[in-house]
């Protein structure tokens, strides 16, 4: 089991951006909180050793997601936060319309573009993370970036 002041510094150097990620995922604020909470309560009872805060880092991001991932399949109502909300956790006032943006596409594409643009993660690092191959991650980035460029279309004709 890990000891106390190592969860903590996990905490605190992770809780705000695996939960941006899971409120993308979740689109609710309780579901994301229980989901980070989740995730964290795994880290400390696996206790795994990695390699490098890096690995660390990927490890509880891929929880993290997994745990939405599960949460989503058993909901049965979709309750969404209001954008105002959102824009609160965006890292910058440049990532609120990438934010707003991604919480319209479906799940698939939402996880791989936040990790990409958001956490600046590379093709790889995601494949790993997501759990699906570098192809795949590659064609979801180009599905998704066409979704949003047929969204903005749309918006501006």
């Not at 660390?56 to 929880?63: D, F, H, S, Y």
């Amino acid at each position: 089991m890990l000891k106390d002041g190592c969860a903590r510094e996990a905490v605190e150097k992770y809780g705000d951006m695996l939960y941006r990620i899971c409120l993308l995922m979740l689109k609710n604020t309780a579901d994301a909180e229980d989901a980070v909470q989740d995730t964290f309560i795994k880290f400390v009872t696996k206790a795994p050793d990695f390699a490098d805060s890096e690995h660390e880092k990927a490890w509880l991001i891929t929880v993290a997601a997994n745990k939405c991932r599960d949460m989503l399949r058993y909901r049965t109502s979709h309750l969404t936060e209001s954008e105002e909300l959102l824009y609160g956790y965006a890292v910058s006032k440049e990532d609120s319309g990438i934010l707003e943006a991604l919480m319209e596409l479906p799940e698939k594409y939402r996880i791989i573009l936040a990790l990409f643009y958001i956490e600046e993660y590379k093709v790889d690092e995601i494949s790993e993370i997501v759990g699906i191959g570098a192809s795949a991650v590659k064609m979801r980035l180009s599905r998704g970036r066409k979704l949003l460029e047929e969204k903005y279309r749309k918006e501006y004709m």
